[in-house]
């Protein structure tokens, strides 16, 4: 009694380090609080649940030496009354008895809780999504902890939100693979009530936009042409309805994918695609498992796309995968990674794509040690994320980067690679950078290929590119002394190098922790999290199409082109909020507001940004050069509301904004398409 549990002390030791804290549970006294003002001065006394050690006398000493060392940053004993819920060996139900805790009150340096910022709360969970240390991921332990309460059916309304915000800011396949690992840690999947069944009943609807030309939106409406201008509900296309429980995704586990001229849907452990034929006879498969001999090898084999896949009934054209985790949606391939951990790869192989072909790193071997976090216990190394570009594709695999298919710009490697130590920073101002990550090994975190470049991010936050450098898709001047001459005469860079900033840039990027990219066809997107919690968004590449809306605009050279890390304008939102998130499509972007509002910048000759037949005077389509223009297209608006689709001089409905639920499986681009799930409705 008295106390009450909060994420408001910075983590440099464990949940992150010097360079970027992370955030770490505390229990604050009512007494601090109200001095504060979190609480106010008549709240009764705060109740927080939790659970009680009993330590053997000849034991305590040496716990409380280790205790003192491990709680060094912030944290003091107090000893403290507890009541316990249920009747133990030692004590009856009801029964209280004085508890040693470590607590961080709001006078250390450490603690940091700010009353007076109405949006404390989510920077807390945007730095959280972003921060790691010598313990592990900061998601990690917050997911962890709150899966344990809810075990306990214990309900922590604080706690939940942190950890719902914490997936929906994650990378996807970041924010699957934790909850897989926390489900399997507890053995529960929560409780589902009658109201949150019905919400999600309501939710997830499937609307596209774009080129049907491979009816990768689903059957033509009536009069339809192959171009969709104005976003709808996606006809031909039902899908079963996801009924997640617990502590869990988005949309019930929903997650959309498109690429080429197909789509896809995510259903818990099901993808379902649709689009131009995968079963035909000429369709290529090929299935990538690991070889358990300890050399961690991928063995590949050639099967028929039947073997794993198979028509959905009364689904007009839809293909199920089962057991599947994520998927990447190239131009002519797909890329599946199962839960068991192998790899299915269909579609297009005319450049290795698929198969690995003569050149890359797929067939290359992995250290057996590498596999700490391997599927099912095997020691092997575990595949973490799949990408796959216009004609290559990538991999992380237990913290390194594989890359496979066309080599003619250098986008692929020929040895798996891993970021560089710490020590490869230097000095800077005076400061030791490498000491700031202290206990951190770099590893590869997110990748995303596009049509002849690769971008890559470690888990301190530093970006590196390969690949084709013509349209400055590298983020880094094309004289750069690291660029050789491709096949062609292109200036390519064979190797994964950091992207350089303008030293007049906007931000100082050692105060961003970069943890997300997307990239279109040469045009490359990072978000990132400042030292304060404030999402930051930067791009870098081709613009020719106006697809790359950054600030100040006078920064693209006389080739279309932005050759250096720059921030992004954001559009005006009509119901206010920030950007949250962004997609790239092949020559054009999507960015979604905080509030569900969805925008778009760049190319939109097939409808790309469900903006209506926007017409030239001479019968072309217009480009949204550095111009954000609303798509009409809400990703969550209110329960009882439908959502409006069209056109861009539409009004918008209110949004009621604690229901807004976006995150990276919201939408996906493919060359001259989107589609998206309508509502996020429900618990996260």
């Known amino acids: 009694m008295g106390f009450t549990r909060l994420f408001s002390q910075r983590s440099m030791d464990h949940r992150g380090t010097t360079a970027f804290p992370g955030y770490v549970a505390t229990l604050v006294n009512d007494s601090h609080l109200k001095s504060i003002g979190y609480l106010e001065p008549s709240a009764p006394p705060s109740e927080c649940v939790g659970n009680v050690f009993l330590v053997p006398e000849s034991e305590a000493e040496k716990l409380i030496e280790e205790l003192d060392f491990r709680e060094k940053g912030g944290y003091h004993r107090h000893i403290i009354p507890v009541k316990f819920l249920r009747a133990t060996p030692h004590h009856k139900k009801g029964e209280t008895a004085d508890a040693l805790v470590y607590t961080g009150s709001t006078c250390n340096p450490n603690f940091s809780l700010d009353v007076n910022d109405s949006s404390w709360m989510d920077k807390v969970i945007e730095i959280i999504s972003a921060a790691t240390g010598p313990s592990g991921d900061d998601a990690q332990y917050v997911l962890n902890l709150a899966a344990y309460v809810q075990s306990q059916g214990v309900t922590d309304s604080y706690l939940f939100d942190i950890s ?56 033509p409406a009536e009069g339809e042409t192959d171009r969709v201008f104005c976003a709808r509900l996606l006809e031909g296309v039902s899908l079963p309805i996801s009924y997640p429980r617990g502590i869990s995704l988005p949309h019930g586990g929903r997650q959309v994918y498109a690429g080429g001229g197909r789509s896809g849907c995510q259903v818990g452990d099901r993808l379902f695609m649709w689009g131009e034929e995968l079963l035909r006879p000429s369709t290529g498969c090929w299935e990538w498992i690991w070889r358990a001999d300890g050399k961690g090898v991928l063995s590949i084999t050639q099967i028929s796309p039947h073997k794993v896949m198979r028509s959905e009934e009364n689904g007009k054209g839809i293909v199920v995968v089962e057991g599947v985790l994520s998927a990447a949606f190239g131009h002519g391939h797909i890329l599946i990674l199962r839960l068991d951990g192998s790899m299915i790869a269909v579609g297009d192989d005319s450049k290795g794509q698929c198969s690995g072909g003569s050149c890359g790193s797929l067939n290359m071997s992995l250290d057996h040690e590498t596999g700490a976090n391997s599927p099912a216990s095997s020691g092997l190394p575990c595949i973490l994320k799949l990408s796959a570009g216009l004609w290559h594709s990538a991999a992380i695999v237990s913290g390194h980067l594989f890359t496979w298919g066309d080599d003619e710009s250098s986008r692929v490697l020929n040895a798996p690679w891993v970021a560089p130590d710490i020590s490869y920073n230097i000095d800077v101002d005076g400061e030791n950078c490498s000491s700031k990550h202290c206990g951190v090994v770099p590893t590869v975190v997110d990748v995303a290929c596009g049509a002849k470049h690769t971008v890559v991010i470690d888990s ?210 493919g060359g001259a398409h989107c589609i998206a799930i309508y509502g996020c409705i429900g618990n996260i």
């Open 460 to 669: 301190i936050g530093r970006v590196f590119t390969f690949g084709d450098n013509g349209f400055g898709q590298l983020g880094r001047p094309l004289q750069d002394g690291g660029d050789v001459k491709g096949k062609r005469g292109k200036r390519v860079c064979p190797y994964p190098t950091e992207i350089q900033w303008r030293i007049d840039a906007e931000l100082d990027p050692r105060q961003v922790r970069w943890q997300k990219v997307t990239c279109g066809w040469s045009h490359s997107i990072i978000k990132g999290v400042s030292l304060d919690g404030v999402p930051v968004f930067a791009g870098w590449g081709r613009a020719d199409m106006g697809q790359l809306p950054v600030c100040p605009s006078n920064i693209v050279n006389e080739r279309k082109s932005v050759p250096f890390p720059s921030l992004l304008t954001t559009p005006v939102f009509d119901m206010g909020g920030e950007l949250a998130e962004v997609w790239c499509g092949s020559e054009f972007t999507l960015g979604c507001s905080n509030r569900g509002e969805l925008w778009g910048v760049g190319w939109s000759e097939h409808g790309n940004l469900s903006c209506g037949r926007d017409i030239q005077e001479n019968g072309t389509i217009l480009q949204h050069h550095n111009n954000w223009v609303r798509t009409g297209m809400l990703l969550s608006p209110e329960e009882e509301n439908q959502p409006e689709v069209c056109s861009s001089s539409s009004s918008v409905s209110t949004v009621n904004t604690h229901k807004v639920k976006v995150w990276q499986g919201s939408v996906a681009c």
């Open 164 to 219: 719902r915000g914490v997936l929906r800011r994650m990378c996807s396949w970041r924010a699957r693979r934790l909850l897989l690992a926390v489900r399997e840690l507890t053995d529960n999947d929560g409780v589902q009530s009658d109201a949150d069944e019905l919400a999600y009943r309501e939710s997830g609807q499937i609307f596209g936009w774009g080129s049907n030309e491979s009816m990768q939106l689903g059957t």
